[in-house]
């Protein structure tokens, strides 16, 4: 038997019988000390990225509320998706992933209106969980792309944490700009270099002649095979 300790209100025990496996799960109303994004929290390392932050974004809401969704999620059959949760709260972005696919699937089991509100809630959980992952990896587009979901298809409980989430991830996009983003091409203006003393020098009648005889010779170049 293997336990995973997800908080200290809520537990996990998988057990196999014959090719069979099997999850107890274990729920108490305790107020909760340590909740699986805390546990992500000490877990995350600094990622490789470039400039990529070392910690999570905050989730108030999904720290508060998790081992309740999850007990009710147990409680609608979701008992794959309560381990693989239970795996992406620790940092797993493979258990996330499939914890968010899971949740899609019940979205899109029947008619909207049909779909238990419990499932929207793990969606978006599942949501914050992949999105926290590409953030900590630098993935801020990826990141940013799983948030937008997570608020459209996803349910009320959670959605002070997403906008919150989508607030930081911009934050952290706009950071991330540099002029080197751009491209390396440089676009002029003339095509070569000149000397500022002796343009001055140049009466402006004489430079705006100049300019416009230039451009009706590019129009007549481009028309014609050779110039």
Not at 25 to 52: H, I, K, L, Y
Not at 85 to 105: C, H, K, Q, V
Not at 168 to 195: A, P
Request: contains cysteine; glycine residues 6%.
């Amino acid at each position: 038997m293997r336990a995973l300790q997800i908080s200290n209100t809520f537990q996990v025990r998988a057990f196999q019988i014959s090719n069979t496996l099997f999850y107890t799960f274990t729920f108490s109303v305790q107020s909760p000390e340590f909740s699986p994004c805390a546990a992500a929290a000490m877990s995350t390392t600094t990622a490789s990225g470039d400039g990529a932050p070392s910690l999570p974004f905050d989730t108030p809401m999904l720290d508060r509320e998790s081992a309740a969704l999850l007990h009710s999620i147990s409680e609608h059959g979701g008992y794959a998706y309560v381990s693989m949760a239970a795996l992406a709260a620790g940092g797993d972005i493979r258990a996330a992933e499939a914890a968010r696919e899971m949740a899609w699937e019940q979205l899109h089991s029947g008619p909207w209106h049909s779909v238990l509100p419990v499932w929207r809630d793990a969606y978006s959980m599942a949501c914050l969980y992949v999105a926290r992952q590409h953030y900590g990896n630098g993935e801020y587009r990826e990141a940013l792309r799983v948030l937008d979901l997570g608020i459209i298809m996803g349910g009320t409980l959670l959605r002070k944490d997403l906008d919150s989430a989508v607030s930081k991830v911009s934050e952290q996009t706009r950071r991330r700009v540099r002029v080197s983003d751009l491209g390396d091409s440089v676009h002029r203006l003339v095509d070569r270099e000149f000397d500022v003393a002796e343009v001055r020098s140049v009466p402006l009648c004489f430079l705006l002649s100049s300019f416009f005889n230039q451009h009706l010779r590019n129009l007549n170049c481009e028309g014609s095979v050779s110039c």
